[in-house]
């Protein structure tokens, strides 16, 4: 996850002990999402973390893809694509779509994601940090 970071700063410093806190919270509260690796022939290529969001606007549960990572030399070879074409296959019945954020300075991935069917929301997001 650190090296998701590394790549792409989020803008807020980012450390194993956050890591830790998400893991051990999904772990204790499935209900609020999951983490899953990316694996091939039995070794992790990549991970996703699924956020559970009741969204009244859409009427359901709208699943937030917080996070996907692939190592640099997976990239390119249509496992992005596959993830995201099987999440999709595989929402549950209550959820209405698919969410995500691509931060400013990675265009490749806002052009990978739009290709996947994925558009702007007419909302921006903003955060207030305690």
Same mark, same amino acid.
């Given at each position: 996850m650190l090296a998701l970071? =590394?790549? $792409? %700063?989020? !803008?807020?410093p980012m450390d194993a002990g956050k890591i830790r /806190?998400? @893991?051990r919270t @999904?772990? =204790?509260h499935p209900d609020k999402g999951r983490v899953r690796l990316i694996e091939v022939d039995g070794a992790c290529i990549g991970y996703l973390i699924l956020i $559970?969001?009741? %969204?009244n606007e859409y009427g359901g549960d709208l699943l937030t893809l917080d996070e996907l990572y692939l190592r640099p030399e997976w990239r390119g070879r249509g496992f992005g694509r596959a993830v995201i074409e099987h999440l999709v296959a595989t929402l549950p019945? =209550? =959820?209405? !779509?698919?969410q995500l954020e691509v931060s400013p300075q990675n265009p490749r991935a806002a052009s990978f994601y739009r290709r996947l069917g994925f558009r702007p929301m007419r909302n921006r997001p @903003?955060? /207030? @940090?305690r």
């Open positions: 970071y =590394a790549e $792409d %700063s989020p !803008g807020e /806190r998400t @893991l @999904l772990e =204790a $559970d969001f009741w %969204s019945q =209550a =959820a209405v !779509g698919l @903003l955060v /207030r @940090l």
